[in-house]
Nanobody, 115 residues
Framework: QVQLVEAGGDLVQAGGSLRLSCASS????????MGWYRQAPGKQRELVAT???????NYADSVKGRFTISRDNAKNTVYLQMNTLKPEDTAVYYC?????????WGQGTQVTVSS
């Protein structure tokens, strides 16, 4: 079992920045992949960024160059630094962790970007 708790969502103006955090109840060094997904109203949940146990990162094209995923193994926390935010980044952001073949999800944190 893995419990994930996100934090950092807020209301921000376009062009601003936010940093989301995801604290894991399990050592993240044991997790194969951790990631951030988002879901806007009326849309399907989509991948934002992932980071593997070895540190390999992957980003959605829409956030490349603006968002950065990172991990702090000592704190069992994964971060998503979001810069140059756009109104279309508005969504609930979810943290995800994969342990072997099982996926675990956090409760989500709301990010709202005003124009």
């Amino acid at each position: 079992q893995v419990q994930l708790v996100e934090a950092g969502g807020d209301l921000v103006q376009a062009g601003g920045s936010l940093r989301l955090s995801c604290a894991s109840s399990r050592s993240i060094s044991s997790l194969n992949v951790m990631g951030w997904y988002r879901q806007a109203p009326g849309k399907q949940r989509e991948l934002v960024a992932t980071i593997t146990k070895g540190g390999t990162t992957n980003y959605a094209d829409s956030v490349k160059g603006r968002f950065t995923i990172s991990r702090d193994n000592a704190k069992n926390t994964v971060y998503l630094q979001m810069n140059t935010l756009k109104p279309e980044d508005t969504a609930v952001y979810y943290c995800q962790a994969r342990l072997v073949i099982l996926d675990y999800w956090g409760q989500g944190t709301q990010v709202t970007v005003s124009s």
